[in-house]
């Protein structure tokens, strides 16, 4: 129950599941979690647009930009991990 992920993979191109995984893990989550986006750059409307809405509703949730990787992929570590 009280587990923390190290690294967790997002590789869902839709919004929709994007944004069930984010609603999931991101209690979860605390600063130095690395998050990897699979697909982030595939679609504005998919996972980049999923993470933008997360973010501007869960205004205490940060994420630092680490690097892209591969095409569409992007890596991004959490900084602030305030979602409840």
């Known amino acids: 129950a009280g587990k923390t992920p ?3 993979l997002i590789d869902s191109d839709l919004y929709e599941s994007c944004l069930e995984v984010l609603d999931f893990i991101a209690p979860r989550c605390v600063p130095g979690t690395v998050i990897l986006f699979d697909d982030f750059h595939s679609s504005m ?11 501007e509703q869960n205004k205490s949730f940060k994420l630092r930009r680490l690097y892209r990787y591969e095409s569409d992929g992007e890596v991004f570590e959490v900084a602030a991990s305030g979602v409840h």
Not at 45 to 55: I, M, Q, S, T, V
């Open 6 to 8: 190290a690294v967790v």
């Open 45 to 55: 409307n998919g996972e980049r647009r999923a993470l933008r809405e997360f973010e």
